[in-house]
């Protein structure tokens, strides 16, 4: 038996026993305990679970549960009132037969038939009214639930196209850095092509996390920005300020590494005497403070756009919310810096 169908007669169970121990209860209290009341107290339950199952076959059967709200509540109540109906009926022709009418009863037969389907109404609107509003409810969580789901499964593709953008745009520059030294240096392209391997090795195994430690993003930028500086030679200055406690510091992969990449293709690479990247990390308040630092120029057509920096904000954006923040701005005349302030508390 499915745990659905355990939960049903579990729960019709516990009902109908409900309506006999408070039926049970009033008659003790008028003292009208007595072989009468019981034979009609056993007919009439065993006559409603019966009924009532019923009933929800019927429902069951017509898919009455997921049309529309116009549709269920007229559909509940006609159902309610022709099964009222036919119970009311069914008990008064065996009352009679049985001889389970009582001695008081001056009811006609049709007089207690409609007694009996007005009583017999209420109770069985009671049962659809419960059975009804469970199954709402039921929908309605499920309904939350996928919506979480799709959220989730939005989130997670979001990411991944996300991702898929930063490795074929820092694959393609870093193999442009190469092609530049074959000719000028072919001993140091081929250390450059070993130095890519590392680096596509560690972006391949990174792909699937949402984090990765600090350090571990931080080696990779280190093996781009040598790879970079056989390209740039004197023109590329590379400073780091790295507080040690924040090298085990969860950030999304790739994410430093497209930050350096938008200060050298949109900073660097556009002065004519080069420039610093400067890498900071450290701690500030609640948060992990990571900048980079490039010599340029920010007016709002160049390193402010792109790829690079969409794609760091929409990351964000996924990953914490509100509770991390991304800022771009010019500090003084010649330098950039690209700010990412990430919860220290958040994993």
């Excluded at 019966?50 to 898919?63: E, P």
């Excluded at 756009?305 to 010019?330: M, V, W």
Aim: charged share 20%; with cysteine.
């Amino acid at each position: 038996m499915q745990i659905g169908h355990k939960r049903y007669w579990l729960f019709q169970l516990v009902g109908w026993g409900l309506f006999a121990l408070i039926n049970i209860f009033f008659a003790l209290t008028f003292d009208k305990i007595n072989n009468l009341f019981v034979n009609r107290l056993l007919i009439f339950l065993l006559m409603g679970i019966i009924f009532t199952h019923l009933m929800r076959w019927i429902i069951l059967r017509i898919d009455l549960l997921i049309k529309p709200l116009n549709v269920q509540i007229p559909g509940f109540i006609l159902i309610t009132f022709v099964f009222s109906i036919v119970l009311a009926l069914i008990e008064v022709a065996v009352y009679q037969a049985l001889q389970l009418q009582g001695e008081r009863n001056t009811y006609t037969f049709f007089g207690q038939l409609l007694v009996n389907t007005f009583n017999t109404f209420i109770y069985l609107f009671i049962w659809n009214c419960i059975y009804f509003i469970y199954h709402y409810v039921q929908k309605s969580r499920k309904q939350q639930l996928d919506t979480l789901q799709l959220e989730a499964l939005v989130k997670s593709l979001e990411l991944n196209t996300i991702k898929a953008h930063i490795n074929p745009h820092f694959i393609f520059n870093a193999l442009n850095s190469i092609r530049a030294l074959i000719d000028e240096n072919p001993k140091r392209a081929r250390n450059a092509i070993t130095e890519l391997s590392n680096i596509l090795r560690s972006s391949l195994q990174t792909e699937k996390m949402e984090t990765v430690p600090f350090e571990r993003e931080l080696n990779i930028v280190k093996d781009y920005l040598a790879l970079e500086n056989m390209r740039f030679e004197d023109r590329l200055q590379v400073e780091y300020d790295i507080d040690e406690d924040t090298l085990n510091q969860p950030v999304p992969p790739m994410m430093l590494q497209t930050l350096v990449e938008n200060a050298i293709k949109h900073g660097i690479s556009k002065q004519i005497k080069g420039g610093v990247v400067k890498i900071t990390s450290d701690f500030k308040d609640n948060f992990h403070e990571l900048a980079v630092q490039n010599t340029g120029f920010l007016n709002g057509h160049t390193q402010s756009e792109g790829f690079g920096i969409s794609s760091t904000q929409n990351r964000l954006n996924l990953l914490y919310g509100s509770k991390a923040s991304f800022d771009i701005r010019q500090i003084d005349p010649f330098l950039v810096e690209a700010k990412v302030l990430l919860p220290v508390d958040t994993f």
